[in-house]
């Protein structure tokens, strides 16, 4: 039998140090489970910048194609604010999207109870909260053509294009159905019907799909109207389907209704390979907070729970990738905190690596 392949981009900023905590996590699940993985290690964004003179160097574009999963930490920095817009380091996170055809963005937005006081929102409305943004990726307005700034007339003008081909839709839809048919079997597709075309399209393609999956609950909304609803009783959805704009918003709107960015994980899937899985970036929410890196007060949970998407999504080990999420609920609900989860009731401050600890002893504890 092949051993998984795993390619490890740290990246900048926090992204190293979380990602030493995941390696602790793979260690021990070779370890205790007997579950191993061929790791390999290599740059992105400004790191790669730094070396190579290109955010993300041709040949780890090469190994991102050929592995099993990609597991991200974080790019970016103020270090790398003047460079020119082609060599900054995103640029690299976004050629690995497109290049690896990373339609379907998985976003959960997962309040754990013990984390339910840290939202802006009153406790009783995101106790509990287990919701899934499914956001197209590889198209929409951040890549249709024409774009630029030109001139016209007298003045400047910036143009983005919203373009969506029917097949594009199509295809993020069926990934949201079939998501949901494995959660609450319940739907909801959002665009601007109202004002765009392409959002006629986005749904009448939505609706269409829709017929080839009668067990889902299948209901559409304005983005904006979503928007009002996440903050007003999110709970009242499961999965919820979205174009890349709007998709971009409303993660990011979900993510703080859990009350920290440092806990939310994310998966970017493509099409199934020949082994039969699809290709997959895995990666936490979080940005590369440079302000705090090698300080030892990063949250690596974001970055291990996104591992569990991997070991979920990637390699068909559903039953471990639970395992693995119990384990961090566990060390929450004892009270250990980071310092971004430090709130009025205080907790146990631990650092980075404590957390990575604590959540392999919690591992241990559950075999």
Not at 48 to 75: I, S
Not at 173 to 196: D, I, P, Q, Y
Not at 250 to 276: E, K, Q, R, V, W
């Amino acid at each position: 039998m092949t051993t998984p392949s795993l390619l490890i981009l740290p990246g900048d900023g926090i992204g190293p140090e979380v990602m030493i905590e995941v390696r602790k996590i793979i260690d021990w699940f070779g370890a205790k489970r007997d579950l191993h993985f061929d790791v390999a290690e290599a740059l992105v964004g400004g790191a790669a910048y730094d070396k190579h003179g290109t955010p993300l160097h041709d040949d780890t574009m090469a190994r991102a194609q050929e592995v099993d999963a990609v597991l991200l930490g974080a790019v970016g920095g103020p270090k790398y604010d003047a460079l020119d817009f082609s060599v900054k380091p995103e640029r690299g996170l976004l050629r690995l999207r497109k290049e690896m055809d990373l339609f379907s963005n998985l976003r959960p937005a997962q309040c754990f109870d013990a984390l339910a006081d840290f939202s802006s929102l009153k406790k009783d409305v995101v106790a509990g909260l287990d919701i899934m943004i499914v956001r197209e990726l590889t198209s929409g307005v951040y890549f249709g053509e024409p774009r630029g700034i030109f001139e016209e007339g007298n003045e400047r003008v910036g143009i983005n294009t919203q373009r969506y081909t029917e097949s594009e839709i199509a295809r993020v839809a069926k990934s949201a159905f079939e998501l949901a048919m494995k959660r609450g079997k319940k739907l909801c597709s959002m665009e601007k019907a109202n004002v765009m075309e392409s959002g006629i399209l986005w749904r009448e393609v939505v609706t269409e799909v829709g017929r080839d999956y009668p067990e889902v609950e299948l209901s559409h909304m304005y983005a904006d109207a979503g928007a009002m609803q996440l903050t007003r009783w999110p709970k009242q959805f499961d999965v919820i389907v979205t174009d890349n704009l709007f998709g971009d918003l409303l993660s990011d709107l979900a993510a703080m209704l859990t009350g920290s960015l440092g806990m939310l994980p994310s998966a970017s899937l493509g099409a199934p390979m020949a082994n039969g899985r699809p290709k997959a970036l895995y990666e936490p929410v979080h940005g590369s907070a440079p302000d705090i890196a090698g300080q030892g007060k990063a949250n690596p949970i974001a970055c291990i729970l996104s591992f569990a998407m991997a070991l979920r999504y990637s390699f068909d080990q559903g039953t471990e990738a639970t395992r693995l999420e119990a384990a961090v609920e566990r060390v929450l609900a004892e009270g250990l905190r980071t310092a971004d989860l430090m709130g009025p009731e205080g907790g146990q401050p631990v650092s980075t690596s404590g957390m990575g600890d604590a959540i392999v002893a919690a591992l241990d504890a559950s075999i």
